[in-house]
């Protein structure tokens, strides 16, 4: 076997050193984001995508060296580890192969086979096997025996059978080859079980539906097992209609090839027939189920892999939208009956004032409540209003747009945000830490005030599949999908970085390095001392080591602090070589950051030795260029159309702009206003041919579409980004794509806020926005960017 570092180079398309070095570091305690940002010479450049996949795949290739040791010493105890067997176990890549050689050798329960065996059946197989001339019936004769449970010449045939049924059934590369077959040729068939048509009505495209196993997309293999799962759908593997159809006593391909490989065939000789149904039962009882089982949990396992990047992606497109920025903002979390919830924040995001208005059923008190916004507008200064996008957003909306044109002197920008989630972080444990004495209905508003400022920093409060940008995120493995939404939070906050003297514990947590002890130890001794000066600082908080501090440290800034570089990236152990080009360059360090001019002309050659290479070099210069630049976007809005608040108010034809909330295997999602979301299929995205959605669309952008098609009953939208739209292929399109997707429904009206239902509702950081004129506006991330090159070459590693 390649060591582990080879095959791992092999599959990244990197050096073996470049591996054993991330893989040194992994084992020291170092974290993806540090390794990725502070250790480029060491690593090659590797970049956090590469890190991470390196990553996954140590852990994987880890277990099956585990595996292989257990596997190995299992046999060698049994005494039947030959040469050949262990050359093979020794080769096995994966860990389905490694299982199908062990198989064999597995302790299980006492199988017919096993009890065919004791009762000395096992030559009778072997004859018979060995020597088809020989006559079934007169060989078992032979074993009859009342004592042993042979009752006659029948029950001896049938122990004979289960005992070649089961060596078949566990040769590891009869299996391989009939996995390949059924994986390369086989189709995944559904069909509704009778009487559920109308409770499963919306996996009606599937009642009789059948499609090649091998390109079955992600999303349609997650409807059918959501589909099976819900008694809904009879889901079953075949090798296709004439497979299916053959009259019954005709082999089958499969039996075919079992028959192949084990030798055996039909020339009319006495045992024959018997050897060919035992054939076919070892297909039929032994090995289509359980090869079925597999390929289904390949297919399964492949889909939640697709399913996990789109989630990935669109979490990672929405914590690195275009912050607002350090704006004085009121949040408004619309309500009916219980009233708006209404919290106002300043620049640094401190809570500084509460109210609750009743503009609507039953108390309709608009003048009331526009006094009380306006009021409290004015008396802080407030910049920009944030509005819930829940039930009721857009008549709230009406009322934010209301209240500026009775105050025109306001001066403020009303955006409606994105509000999945808000009220699992009311109701959390850090929220009731924060606003002991804050009703969890107010807290909401809070936090739908702070996602305008600075969505990272509010949104890491929130369980991130609590956001619903996924595609059916609920039919996945919670430990795999938290594992990677985590490793997005970690790689966004480091990416951006984290002021250390208002940073949340929440936020803390999610700096390289630190844990929720260290984060609150870091809160405890800035409520105690007061503001951080400088990251030396650090190092007098409570548990906070040398390595802790090591891996922390670049990725926390302090603004006005003792030392200009603690606001930027420049991690504190090259803050001695910064000192050295400010001596050489004979400019003061103040007037070296930020002097773009003079550092353009800087060479990183003539600065680099054995410590730091050119690669950290060239990235500290770019720091001093422009330090602490925040990679986000900058914040932008664009007009959303007036008139147009429900899904009734849609007509064919519209040309319409809308925010991207999330993108799927098969297309995006898209806000136009009216409390649904929009599909634009994959096929409507563009006039050139889309492979993969994301290379034109992202959560958060701002987009013009079309509107196609409108099922007002279904809550069904069709839509097209092109600047011819196909008509009657949307309407194709939105059936095909939608059965049963009801963990991408989209409607963010009544769903509520957890995303618990499935509903994938809007996910951008806002989505509609107008300004003193009432003019309807939007909030964006930046236009373009993509991670297709990433998306295509894990699919390249899957296969």
């Not at 974290?31 to 140590?58: A, N």
């Not at 008694?231 to 090839?257: C, H, Y």
């Not at 090159?789 to 899957?798: D, S």
Request: proline residues 4%; aromatic residues 6%.
């Amino acid at each position: 076997m390649r060591p582990i570092p080879q095959r791992i180079a092999e599959e990244l398309s990197v050096r073996p050193e470049q591996v054993i070095a991330t893989i040194e570091m992994l084992n020291e305690g170092s974290t993806v984001p540090f390794i990725s940002r502070y250790r480029k010479e060491k690593t090659g450049g590797l970049d956090d995508t590469q890190l991470r996949t390196l990553e996954e795949r140590l852990r994987y290739l880890t277990e099956l060296e585990d595996r292989r040791s257990s596997v190995l010493d299992s046999i060698r105890e049994q005494e039947k580890l030959t040469p050949e067997l262990e050359k093979s176990i020794l080769e096995a890549d994966t860990k389905t192969r490694l299982e199908d050689l062990y198989l064999p050798y597995k302790k299980k329960r006492r199988t017919k086979a096993q009890i065919a065996r004791e009762a000395g059946l096992e030559p009778l197989a072997d004859d018979l096997y060995g020597n088809p001339d020989l006559d079934p019936e007169i060989e078992a004769a032979k074993y009859i025996d009342t004592e042993k449970g042979i009752e006659d010449t029948k029950a001896a045939l049938d122990g004979a059978r289960q005992i070649l049924m089961e060596r078949f059934a566990e040769d590891a590369d009869l299996v391989a080859k009939l996995r390949d077959l059924l994986w390369n040729d086989g189709e995944i068939s559904a069909s509704v079980i009778d009487g559920k048509q109308a409770e499963g009505a919306k996996f009606s495209d599937y009642f009789d539906h059948s499609e090649k196993i091998k390109t079955c997309p992600s999303h349609r293999a997650l409807a059918l097992f959501r589909g099976r799962n819900e008694n809904i759908l009879q889901v079953k593997l075949t090798l296709g209609a004439a497979d299916e159809d053959r009259p019954r006593n005709e082999p089958g391909r499969a039996e075919l090839m079992i028959a192949a490989h084990v030798g055996i065939s039909n020339r009319g000789r006495a045992a024959d027939k018997w050897l060919a149904d035992t054939v076919r039962w070892t297909w039929r009882v032994k090995l289509s189920l359980s090869i079925e089982l597999d390929l289904f949990g390949s297919l399964r396992e492949s889909a939640e892999e697709d399913a996990i990047k789109v989630f990935a992606d669109n979490l990672k497109d929405l914590l690195l939208a275009a912050p607002a920025g350090q704006k004085a903002t009121m949040g408004l979390d619309p309500g009916v009956r219980t009233g708006v919830k209404v919290a106002v924040v300043d620049a640094t995001g401190k809570m500084v004032d509460t109210a609750t208005v009743y503009p609507f059923q039953p108390r309709n008190d608009v003048d009331g409540a526009i006094n009380t916004l306006a009021a409290l507008a004015a008396r802080h200064k407030i910049e920009l209003i944030a509005i819930g996008n829940g039930t009721y957003s857009r008549e709230t909306d009406d009322l934010a747009g209301q209240m500026l044109k009775r105050f025109p002197a306001l001066q403020a920008t009303k955006v409606i945000v994105n509000e999945s989630g808000a009220s699992i972080y009311s109701a959390s444990q850090f929220a009731a830490e924060e606003f002991p004495d804050l009703d969890v209905t107010l807290r909401g508003a809070v936090s739908i005030a702070r996602r305008l400022q600075d969505p990272l920093a509010e949104l890491v409060k929130i369980e991130p599949k609590s956001i619903g940008v996924g595609q059916y995120q609920h039919d996945v493995s919670e430990t795999k999908l938290a594992k990677s939404l985590n490793a997005v939070v970690e790689d966004c906050v480091n990416g951006v970085g984290v002021d250390l003297n208002t940073a949340s514990i929440p936020l803390l947590v999610r700096v390289a390095g630190l844990s929720e002890t260290l984060a609150r130890n870091i809160v405890g001794y800035r409520d105690v001392n007061g503001a951080f000066r400088s990251r030396a600082d650090l190092r007098k908080v409570e548990r906070l080591g040398p390595k802790a501090f090591e891996q922390c440290a670049g990725f926390l800034r302090i603004r006005g602090g003792e030392n200009p570089l603690d606001s930027s990236a420049v991690h504190p152990e090259a803050y001695k070589l910064v000192e050295r080009i400010s001596k050489r360059s004979n400019k003061p360090l103040a007037a070296l950051i930020g002097d773009s001019p003079f550092i353009k002309t800087l060479r990183p050659d003539d600065y680099a030795d054995d410590v730091f290479g050119v690669p950290t070099i060239r990235d500290i210069l770019a720091e001093l260029d422009k330090p602490g630049r925040d990679p986000r976007p900058e914040f932008k809005t664009a007009k959303f159309t007036d008139g147009v608040n429900e899904i009734k108010d849609l007509k064919t034809g519209m040309r319409l702009e809308g925010t991207v909330t999330n993108v799927t295997n098969f297309g995006a999602f898209v806000d136009v206003g009216v409390h649904q979301d929009g599909l634009v299929h994959i096929s409507q995205l563009a006039d050139k041919f889309v492979s993969d959605p994301r290379e034109v669309v992202k959560a958060g952008q701002i987009v013009s579409v079309t509107v196609m098609e409108v099922d007002a009953p279904r809550k069904r939208i069709g839509l097209s980004m092109k600047s011819a739209p196909d008509y009657e292929a949307t309407r194709e399109r939105q059936t095909e794509t939608r059965g049963g997707h009801n963990g991408g429904g989209n409607n963010r009206g009544n769903a509520g806020r957890g995303n618990q239902g499935g509903g994938n509702r809007q996910a951008n950081q806002g989505s509609t926005a107008r300004n003193n004129n009432s003019s309807s506006q939007s909030m964006s991330g930046s236009d373009g960017g993509t991670m297709a090159a990433a998306l295509k070459a894990a699919m390249e590693r899957r296969k």
